[in-house]
């Protein structure tokens, strides 16, 4: 078991191009640490096939998301692929604060405003094994045309210019693997010196 800062959370920033299977490691991730708590973002994005509101994502109207946004409710959101994107201010820090390690799984400019204002964050990216290979699986889900696949790998070379910017990368080319090596970065951040302080005390 990771040891964590006793009395702070553990923000944890999960990116990568869309098709490269985040959802899927997340859940393997989340079968093996469920003291994680998985932050669901707000959209505007029409839910897909076997997506709940609540579950997957909090889908809102476009009107009702800007009124968030002018309260000043998230912690970061964006625009991607025409619709918006965001996490609520409130339910991460309430969760931090009572000492529960949060997942965020966002997207790169998410992910720098996210960065600006947790410095702390972990920020991993996650690519698959090749270019090629992401457009199979774009192309394997069957859930967007021609013209939507190539926007989203046009997007995926932008958000690749990106990865300098994380902390660590990983590569889903097995899920469990992919899993592992997450599990593995977040043991070794839970063993910083900042966050074992009582057994340096008393020396």
């Known amino acids: 078991m990771t040891q964590k800062n006793p009395q702070r959370g553990q923000l944890i920033v999960l990116s990568g ?3 490269v299977g985040k959802s899927t490691v997340i859940a393997e991730l989340l079968s093996e640490r469920p003291d994680i ?12 096939v076997g997506e709940a509101d609540g579950v997957n994502y909090y889908f809102v109207s476009k009107e009702a998301f800007e009124e968030m946004i002018a309260r000043d409710e998230f912690l970061e959101y964006a625009q991607y692929v025409d619709n ?4 609520s201010l409130r339910l991460i820090e309430e969760k931090l604060s009572a000492g529960t390690d949060v997942l965020l799984d966002i997207e790169v400019q998410g992910a720098a405003k996210v ?3 947790c410095p702390d964050a972990v920020l991993i990216f996650i690519i698959p094994p090749s270019f090629e290979e992401l457009s199979r699986r774009l192309h394997g889900r069957h859930t967007d045309d021609e013209e939507v696949i190539q926007g989203r790998l046009q997007k995926a070379r932008e958000e690749w210019k990106e990865i300098p910017s994380y902390h660590y990368l990983v590569v889903n080319d097995k899920v469990s693997h992919a899993a592992s ?9 839970g063993c910083r010196t900042k966050y074992r302080k009582e057994w340096m005390e008393g020396v």
């Open 115 to 117: 960065r600006e204002k």
């Open 84 to 87: 918006y994107y965001g996490t």
């Open 37 to 48: 708590y998985f932050s669901i973002s707000f959209t505007t994005r029409k839910p897909r």
């Open 17 to 19: 191009p869309s098709g």
């Open 181 to 189: 090596e997450i599990m593995a970065i977040l043991t070794a951040e």
